[in-house]
């Protein structure tokens, strides 16, 4: 669906509303999110990820009896349909506090960071690799030089064979295949 100027698009809304409006759905448990999409670092302005657009919305009502999701449309600002987010005005519970969100969110990262591996261990080598890299370490140019020479006179028996023509398998019908190797030559311009 193309956005044309008739189709409202996603304004930017106030940080903090005042509405007396509550979403049907049930309560947000802090306990039950990540640790990691929570942000209560200032408790003021607590930002949580909503579960149904994966935005970060912040929770309004921090200091009255009732803590909320903020209104919120389902894409980016300007960009995207005016659509609202079926999580806006949705209760928030605080089921757990501030130090303890610390607590969990610490244990989440060090959790991570030991998951995490700290070295690239390079692949042993079987013996049999390791004799012939040591092999190849331990060869000089003359001896590589030699080896070259003795391969020499084989390598020119094979190319002797190659030009030779087997008798009989030459066809009794038909032209002559070439022997020579054909050298295409491009017209001048």
Known sequence: MSITAAMPTA???PRR??????????AIKLSQLLPSHIDLRDPLKAVLVCGDCE??????????KVQKLVPHHT??????????????????????TIPEWRQVLTD???EASSRQATAVLPKAFSPQTDRT?????????AGRLADWDAVLPRVADADKN???IPA???????????????????PAR
């Not at 995207?80 to 757990?96: G, K, L, P, T």
């Not at 890299?133 to 140019?141: D, G, H, N, W």
């Open 168 to 186: 009989g398998d030459a066809p009794t019908e038909g032209a002559a295949v070439p022997l020579d190797t054909l050298h295409p030559q491009r």
């Open 133 to 141: 890299l040591r092999a190849r370490a331990e060869r000089t140019l």
């Open 55 to 64: 935005t970060w919305v912040p929770i309004t009502g921090m200091q009255s």
């Open 162 to 164: 190659r030009r030779a």
């Open 75 to 96: 894409g980016k600002a300007g960009v995207a349909a005016a659509i609202h987010c079926r999580s806006s005005n949705r209760r928030v519970e605080f089921d757990m």
């Open 108 to 110: 989440a990262v060090k």
């Open 11 to 13: 304004k930017e809304r």
């Open 17 to 26: 509303t005042r509405t007396k409006r509550v979403s049907k759905l049930p």
